[in-house]
T-cell receptor
Framework: DAKTTQPNSMESNEEEPVHLPCNHS???????IHWYRQLPSQGPEYVIH???SNVNNRMASLAIAEDRKSSTLILHRATLRDAAVYYC????????????FGKGTLLTVNP | GAGVSQSPSNKVTEKGKDVELRCDPI?????LYWYRQRLGQGLEFLIY????????KSGLPSDRFSAERTGESVSTLTIQRTQQEDSAVYLC???????????????FGPGTRLTVL
């Protein structure tokens, strides 16, 4: 299984930036890093993905280390609606559809 | 457009009964996936369908679990002789392409919460 390591929980204040770290030391050169998040009582939703370069979309930014062994999801201004479990994942070995979600990081946003 | 839908949203059953869970993927999505999420845990892959290819059933935990999909439409996950350890949220996802590319995005439904008494 593709293994990533994330902190169990993090806290942020509303309107402040949040940096969610992820370690993926066994990732291969062709595996994309994906981030999903799961709001309470909902299924996971896609946030962002990247390979080597930093990526930006309307939801977040993804900063990928030069050696690709770690990445950071950046929420530029946290809102209360961003409170969720954030999962960092990748699939490898030709079974890219078998996404392995660990326990993720529970993000709490304080008003 | 409409997302992935699942029914029922909640199901309470007695140990030993059979249950059937339904998933309606996003129209046009060729790949469909089932996952299980136990309370406080991450997601476990169960099964994958892609077009008319043989499904990948490698994640099914026992022969009490089975799933079917007709073409590129509805899928049903059936659990026979339910046990208390089957209690979990069962999530369905679909993707536009095969899912075999490292860039494919999966779109999840809200899940079915199954409670086995």
């Amino acid at each position: 299984d593709a293994k990533t390591t994330q902190p169990n929980s993090m806290e942020s204040n509303e309107e402040e930036p949040v940096h969610l770290p992820c370690n993926h030391s066994t990732i291969s050169g062709t595996d994309y890093i994906h981030w999903y998040r799961q709001l309470p009582s909902q299924g996971p939703e896609y946030v962002i993905h990247g390979l080597t370069s930093n990526v930006n979309n309307r939801m977040a930014s993804l900063a990928i280390a030069e050696d690709r062994k770690s990445s950071t999801l950046i929420l530029h201004r946290a809102t209360l609606r961003d409170a969720a479990v954030y999962y960092c994942i990748y699939a490898s070995g030709g079974s890219n559809y078998k996404l392995t979600f660990g326990k993720g990081t529970l993000l709490t946003v304080n008003p | 457009g409409a997302g992935v839908s699942q029914s029922p949203s909640n199901k309470v059953t007695e140990k030993g009964k059979d249950v059937e869970l339904r998933c309606d993927p996003i129209s046009g999505h060729t790949a469909l996936y089932w996952y299980r999420q136990r309370l406080g845990q991450g997601l476990e892959f169960l099964i994958y369908f892609q077009g008319n290819s043989a499904p990948d059933k490698s994640g099914l935990p026992s022969d009490r679990f089975s799933a079917e999909r007709t073409g590129e439409s509805v899928s049903t996950l059936t659990i026979q002789r339910t046990q208390q350890e089957d209690s979990a949220v069962y999530l369905c996802a679909s993707s536009m392409t095969s899912g075999r590319s490292s860039t494919d995005t999966q779109y999840f439904g809200p899940g079915t919460r199954l409670t086995v008494l």
